[in-house]
């Protein structure tokens, strides 16, 4: 059998179990990351297969470009009313499925899309579980002009509320200073442990210069996670029920070698 990442194959049974909540005419939102990017692949096979026909809005300039070549109708979002469903990853979630999104960079348009969106359906691999928000750092996108001074509006926010940081970094991508598809800068604060995402959301996003963060409380309607033996998880996050099932491994690899890697 061919040899798949444990983290691959879990993100993968997480996106082909999403990408059947697709049906026909749809609208529907596409995530950012490597488990929407499987999930995006799935979806242009459903397309070529079985002539699944909907439409797409993108959270990234680069999901927009997989989309487009994988034969996905991707069109903007100030054309439709409204999305059906949104599907997309996450960094991590908790117990009452409040997620970080946003170290693949595109937790602005993330967050409109999904607001904007009847259902918002997460796929996560199994590591992404947490018992508390912050074991990575949160990502808060913030404009460029006067920056510094944003962060140090933050820090002292932070202080206020008696949130713990160990500090932040600007984010980089190579030599330069890393810039979202909106133009802004992403400083990562390293929280430890989040006490209370909802504060801590609303008063990131009370101070000039933050755009957004990437908490995302309340968002969810279900959370579908692939684990690394082959199990999967669907989380309807309103009722709590966690319905399970297991993956049949070998085609799971024929599919995944078909869609990924052909
Ligand atoms: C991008 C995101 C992603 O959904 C998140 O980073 C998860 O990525 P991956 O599926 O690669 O683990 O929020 O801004």
């Known amino acids: 059998m061919r040899q798949i990442s444990a983290v691959n194959r879990a993100k993968f049974i997480a996106a ?19 488990t929407a990017e499987f999930l995006v692949r799935l979806l242009g096979r459903r397309i070529r297969e079985e002539r699944l026909h909907f439409r797409a809005v993108a959270t990234s300039v ?15 979002l100030d054309h439709v009313a409204g999305l059906d469903l949104c599907i997309d990853g996450t960094d991590e979630f908790d117990g009452d499925y409040n997620l970080i999104k ?11 899309v999904a ?25 808060i996108e913030v404009t460029c002009y006067g920056w510094q001074t944003t962060a140090s509006m933050i820090e002292e926010m932070l202080r206020d509320i008696g949130q713990k940081s160990r500090g932040f970094q600007l984010r980089f991508l190579r030599q330069s200073p890393y810039l979202t598809d909106e133009g802004n800068f992403i400083l990562d604060f390293s929280l430890v442990h989040i006490n209370d995402a909802d504060t801590l959301d ?6 000039p210069g933050v ?7 309340g968002y969810a309607s279900e ?13 309807d996050c309103h009722t709590g029920l966690v319905k399970e099932e297991m993956i ?3 085609r799971m690899v024929q599919e995944f070698c078909a869609v990924i890697d052909p």
């Open 248 to 250: 049949d491994m070998r």
């Open 202 to 207: 609303t008063r990131l996003n009370e101070i």
């Open 102 to 112: 946003g170290a693949g960079g595109a937790l602005l348009r993330e967050k409109i």
């Open 211 to 217: 755009i957004d963060n990437g908490l995302f409380t």
């Open 115 to 139: 607001n904007a969106s009847r259902r918002f359906i997460v796929i996560a691999d199994d590591s992404k579980k947490v018992d508390r928000l912050g074991s990575m750092p949160l990502p």
């Open 16 to 34: 082909r179990q999403a990408a059947y909540y697709v049906r026909d005419n749809m609208l529907v939102g596409l995530g950012t990351g490597s």
């Open 62 to 76: 680069r999901t927009a470009e997989l989309g487009g070549d994988v034969g996905i109708d991707i069109i903007d």
């Open 223 to 235: 959370v579908v996670v692939g684990h690394r033996d082959g199990k999967i998880s669907v989380h």
